[in-house]
Structure formats: C-alpha cells, structure tokens
C-alpha cells in the first residue's frame, strides 16, 4: 500500500476524487467533535481504496464540493462500520447524501458474528490484527495532526473492504445479501438525526411529569430551545437543562429571583435566557381544559409482563436459531408497543416479519 496522504487543500482533493472515480469501492470513516457544539464538527475524512489511502483535513478545507461527487455517487461502494454518526458529521458539509452504503456491523450482525460487534473485533477476526487504542481521546480539532495521529485515523478504514469481503460470503451463504443492502437503504432513507426543531417537544424526556394544563408552556419551550441551540450551536443543554424545562413547567415561576431557584438554572444560563422563558410562560399560561400532550402510560399488568417474558425468550431463540443479531430483529421496546396493541414497528415488516415478527405475534395471542 501506498504512502498515506494527508489532504489538506481543494487541489489536493480534487486528485483524490479524480483517483477514486476509478475505484469500485472505498472504506470510509470520520472524525468529529461535538462536545461543545450542537452539530458535530467534522475535523477528518479518512478514505481507503486500493489505489491509495488518505485523510482529507475538513478543518483546513472550505470547500469540500468535489468530494460530494465521491459520496453521492451510486457506483461507488461506501463501507462504514457503523455508520450512523458519520452520516451525521458528513451531513453538515455535504448537501448531496450518501449513496450506496455498505455497513460492515450491520452485515456482521446479519451473518452471526456478533451483536453491534465493534470494528476492532472484526478486525482481529478477519484479519488477527489487534488496534492500537493511544488516540481514542485526542482532540481531532487540534492543528498540525502528528503522523501517529494520522497512522491511528488511517487504521479505521484500512481493513473496512477485508472484512466487507469476509462478512459478505457468510451473507451470501445465509441469503441475506438482499436483507443487508435493504437495511443500509433503510438508514439513508430514515436520516433522524436531523432533528426539526418544531417536533423538539416529542424528545423532551419526563414531560409526562408535568401537569397537564402546564404542558402546552413546556412544548414551547422545547421547542425555543432547539431553535436556540441551533442557532447558537451549542448543546441544548447548555442552553436550558431537560430537568430544569420540566420543573420550570411545572411551578411556573413568575420573576428572575424565583427562576433562578430551579435546580441548574445557573446564574449564566438565567441571565441569557431569563427573560424569554417568562415570555413564554405569560404567552402559555395553565389551560385546564387541554389535552394531554404527553401522557403517562400505564404500567403493564401482571400478564402483560409475562406475556413481555414469553416473547423476549421466543425473539432471543430465534435470533440463536437463525444466527442473526436480536438487535436487528426487534428490541424490548418494539415487543413491549406490540403487547399494548401498536403494529407500527418493524416486526410486523418484510422479511422481520417472515422470520420472527409471525412467531412473536403467536406468542402475545
């Protein structure tokens, strides 16, 4: 394999994409930050192929236009391990998605290897390679990137076509190549981490705590939140707490002084955004005749919670039958919405349904 090339320019990029537009395949990976900020901050692209390796430095390039091409291209292989937090660190600077996604973990839980397994372990299965783990807390934002830095970066997309060729004869050998290029697809067409601010109030955690005639004032106030928090690029907790939104919701405080006597209303956080949260509780006073907008549910029966027992033990069989990853099939939470009567999970679906979703629903009948 070639030198690595560290990227750090739109001429030097454009080589890479002209190189790459060659290629069938590329392994591909990023580094990001995103503990003080809202969006993650892309700092790195790391890009094997078997023409070359490289890492394009997204701190110092502007424009990343050309690269666009290289990800919105259907021809060419994209092969991420777990793939979600890089769609989402790409999406900031690419207005084109991603297409043709190969996700080794998904595909690694379709053909037996493990649950969410991590892709030092499949590196070591396939290849018996142990990672080095010395850069697991470097700050990728940081300018100039040492050469240890770079050789660490380069490791998470060196062996990613490796374990794509050893993971895919296991699929093909199971029949389940269809499954897996359905389930990538699935991800790119389910991109729920954008998150509109207008629906922030369906995540608010613990709003069926509050009230009833005081929610429609904690819904406005999720939802200021996240436009400020997206304007500012800051996380929304540094802009209000999630507990000090439910508290605030519920004993209504009427001035500064009373504001800053809920737990995690930091002087800071009451000084810059005192005023507009007694806004917007005068602009939502308590309405009782409302409806719920989050509503508490109702703790399971005793039957219930068996039934619950009987199928997660049925799922977890069949998972170990078929050799498959339960994660793929269904979770705690989609068997749980069954038994309180919601079909809208996706164990009722496609080939989940065919190969566990009948099975389960036999159970809870």
């Not at 436009?227 to 540094?238: M, N, V, Y």
């Not at 509503?295 to 068996?306: G, I, L, T, V």
Request: net charge negative; aromatic share 6%.
């Amino acid at each position: 394999m070639s030198k690595i090339k560290l990227v750090e320019n739109s001429f030097e990029l454009e080589g890479v994409v002209d190189a790459l537009s060659k290629s069938d395949w590329i392994g591909i990976d990023t580094e990001f930050l995103r503990e003080k900020t809202y969006y993650p901050l892309l700092c790195l692209i790391q890009v094997h192929s078997d023409l070359g390796e490289w890492c394009v430095d997204t701190v110092k390039i502007d424009d990343l236009s050309s690269f666009e091409e290289v990800l919105s291209n259907s021809a060419l292989c994209k092969i991420f391990h777990s793939c979600r937090q890089d769609l989402e660190a790409l999406e900031r600077r690419f207005s084109k998605p991603v297409q043709n996604l190969y996700d080794t973990q998904i595909a690694a839980g379709f053909s037996g290897l493990g649950d969410q397994v991590s892709y030092a372990a499949l590196v070591k299965e396939v290849s018996g390679i142990e990672l080095a783990k010395t850069q697991t807390r470097t700050d990728w934002s940081a300018r100039p990137l040492s050469s240890l830095q770079i050789d660490y970066a380069i490791d998470d997309v060196r062996y990613l076509d490796d374990i794509r060729q050893h993971v895919n004869s296991r699929l093909d050998e199971l029949g389940r190549i269809e499954w897996h290029r359905a389930e990538c697809q699935r991800i790119l067409d389910n991109v729920d981490y954008i998150v509109d601010a207008k629906e922030a109030w369906s995540r608010l955690k613990g709003a069926a705590k509050i009230p009833r005639q005081n929610q429609q004032a904690a819904k406005a106030l999720a939802i200021w939140r996240e436009f400020r928090a997206q304007k500012r690029d800051r996380p929304r907790e540094w802009i209000v707490p999630t507990r000090a939104i439910i508290e605030i919701s519920t004993k209504r405080p009427r001035d500064m002084r009373a504001l800053s006597s809920i737990e995690g209303m930091s002087p800071g956080i009451v000084r810059n955004a005192g005023n507009d949260i007694l806004e917007i509780l005068d602009d939502h006073p308590p309405d009782f005749d409302a409806d719920a907008i989050w509503s508490r549910h109702e703790p399971m029966d005793n039957a219930q919670k068996a039934k619950l027992k009987q199928a997660m033990k049925q799922l977890r069989a069949i998972a170990e039958r078929e050799n498959i990853s339960q994660s793929l099939l269904a979770n705690r939470s989609d068997v749980q919405a069954m038994i309180l009567q919601s079909r809208d999970v996706d164990l009722m679906r496609g080939w989940r349904y065919e190969l566990a979703g009948k099975a389960i629903m036999e159970v809870l009948n």
